[in-house]
């Protein structure tokens, strides 16, 4: 018990920094996949590719045939993707975090198979795979 009293404050700022660390994992919600994972589900089956950044983020490059619904928009716009409710939908924005509370959304409203890009565009352009413009 001296040793806790004693060593309080180096105990308090490990276990900050060690919730610091998990924050970021806890914030991501529904499922994810990885570029490669991506890739595939895009080659092989009938996916819509779901951008949630602002159209003017989406303006300066997007994935391949994606469709963009701005994150705020989509529970309002849900109706115009409702055809793909039974497919994959991959959600992207610039980093996994907007695209990980599409998910929650998609899921809420039927989507069984909605998948958040892990990493976002900024991982998809980091290793090499195309974008439009």
């Known amino acids: 018990m001296n040793f ?4 309080l404050f180096l ?3 490990a276990i900050i920094s060690g919730g610091a660390l998990l924050l970021p994992n806890l914030q991501r919600r529904g499922a994810r996949v990885s570029q490669l994972q991506a890739t595939q589900y895009m080659n092989q ?3 819509l590719v779901l951008d949630v950044r602002s159209a003017e983020e989406f303006a ?3 994935l391949p045939s ?3 619904i701005p994150l705020k928009e989509l529970e309002s716009r ?3 993707i409702e055809k793909s409710k039974g497919n994959v939908v991959i959600t992207v924005c610039a980093s996994g975090v907007r695209s990980s509370s599409a ?4 899921n809420k409203a039927g989507f069984e198979k909605a998948f958040s890009l892990d990493g976002g565009v900024a991982a998809w352009q980091s290793q090499g795979l195309p974008t439009i413009k």
Not at 4 to 7: E, P
């Open 66 to 68: 994606a469709k963009n």
């Open 103 to 106: 998910v929650s959304i998609l």
């Open 11 to 13: 105990l308090s700022i």
């Open 4 to 7: 806790i009293s004693d060593n």
């Open 45 to 47: 089956a009938k996916t």
């Open 78 to 80: 849900i109706k115009e």
């Open 60 to 62: 300066t490059g997007h």
